[in-house]
Antibody, heavy 119, light 106 residues
């Protein structure tokens, strides 16, 4: 079955940086658009960023545009999210998710990695 | 991002039909997806492309989408269906999620 495993979360001070990774397995990673979704404690789901299968197109929520950068290494079956200038409101569990079909929803999610921004 | 609106909560009796709505501008012109999330767990896709069920999702879950409203229907609701449900759609290469509906089965 498809497996997505996030890593890289932790405690970081405001203004700091963090890079999240999502290791994918058991599917053809290079064929699928991938997405990061976050969930603040006790809150709902929020889309963060998406990258197309070849990495040629990227998309961002307004709240992270200019601060976050999504990328992927198809040779390593790994998705990344580089987060700069972190703010308290970025505190959340970050999930990576695989798209079922282009622009059609996310059929597999990782277990999530917690990012806490606090001094 | 694309704004989607859901009722914060719904309740249903076991065996009855639960209906959860999701509204957004011209949502019927886009594909809607629905996710179930139980406490401490990752979301699970239950409906995609308005009406399709992924493998392993029970037939009691169904969806529709028209006008400005998408609807998730759970027929013969079971206690195990108690969870938060989120709708989601794409608009101009940005994704939006509804605020979530807490479904209580009592």
């Amino acid at each position: 079955d498809v497996h997505l495993l996030e890593s890289g979360g932790g405690l970081v001070q405001p203004g700091g940086s963090l890079r999240l990774s999502c290791a994918a397995s058991r599917f053809s990673f290079s064929s699928y658009t991938m997405t990061w979704v976050r969930q603040a404690p006790g809150k709902g789901l929020q889309w963060v960023s998406t990258i197309t299968s070849g990495g040629d197109s990227t998309y961002y929520a307004d709240s992270v545009k200019g601060r976050f950068s999504i990328s992927r290494d198809n040779s390593k079956d790994t998705l990344y999210l580089l987060m700069n200038d972190l703010r308290a409101e970025d505190t959340a569990v970050y999930y990576c998710a695989k798209e079922v079909l282009l622009w059609s929803g996310f059929d597999y999610w990782g277990q999530g990695t917690l990012v806490t921004v606090s001094s | 991002s694309y704004e989607l609106t859901q009722p914060p909560s719904e309740s249903v009796s076991p065996g009855q039909t639960a209906t959860i709505t999701c509204s957004g501008d011209k949502l019927g012109d886009k594909f809607a997806s629905w996710y179930q999330q139980k406490p401490g767990q990752s979301p699970v896709l239950v409906i995609y492309q308005d009406t399709k069920r992924p493998a392993g999702i029970p037939e009691r879950f169904s969806g529709s989408n028209s006008g400005n409203t998408a609807t998730l229907t759970i027929s013969g609701t079971q206690a195990a269906d108690e969870a938060d449900y989120y709708c989601q759609a794409w608009d101009s290469s940005t994704a939006g999620f509804g605020g979530g509906t807490k479904l209580t089965v009592l």
